[in-house]
């Protein structure tokens, strides 16, 4: 593979800016960070050949090397921040989720209503089943509230 230094100077340039758009587009971090690993084993394939291939009397500049490379470095840490977020996303929503059993909820249609048994929490969403088998999104609109007590004594 012959790469002369300006074309290979764009084409790690072209990489970078695939690696940044690839991993802004996809589902899930870890799909992300494969994705990103595999571009930077690329990267450091093309800078390789790059170095092999380049004009002796005109080597590439050492800055220009540097830069490409704190570029995919910077990629890489914005995947590691996307992952734990992400773990910090699923925890807030495990604890929010156990926080509703035992409370009523009411649809956003307010044609379904029960007390709270169990959530289950996805990716987008929460589903939350009452204790007559009704499941219900928990979605704008949707009511939770504290479960009606039955104390029927009155006070004088």
């Known amino acids: 593979m012959a790469v002369d ?29 494969a994705k990103a690993s595999l571009d930077y084993d690329s990267f450091l394939t093309l800078l390789i050949a790059q170095m ?12 220009e090397q540097i830069a490409q490379l ?18 910090l996303i699923t ?9 509703y059993i035992g409370k009523t909820i009411t649809s956003a249609d307010e044609k379904t209503s029960g007390v709270i048994a169990s959530v289950r929490v996805y990716s987008d969403t929460m589903v939350a ?13 949707v009511r939770v ?6 104390d029927t004594t009155t006070g004088s």
């Open 52 to 63: 092999k291939n380049q004009d002796p009397t005109e080597p590439m500049d050492a800055t």
């Open 145 to 150: 509230g504290t479960k009606p007590t039955t």
């Open 5 to 33: 230094g300006t074309s290979a100077t764009t084409s790690a340039t072209s990489a970078a800016t695939t690696t940044k758009t690839t991993t802004s587009t996809s589902s899930t971090s870890s799909q992300a960070a």
């Open 70 to 87: 704190a570029t995919f470095s910077q990629v890489e840490q914005s995947i590691q921040t996307n992952s734990n977020l992400e773990t």
């Open 91 to 99: 925890g807030n929503a495990l604890t929010n989720a156990s926080s």
């Open 129 to 141: 089943t009452t204790t007559e088998g009704k499941d219900i999104p928990i979605t704008v609109g």
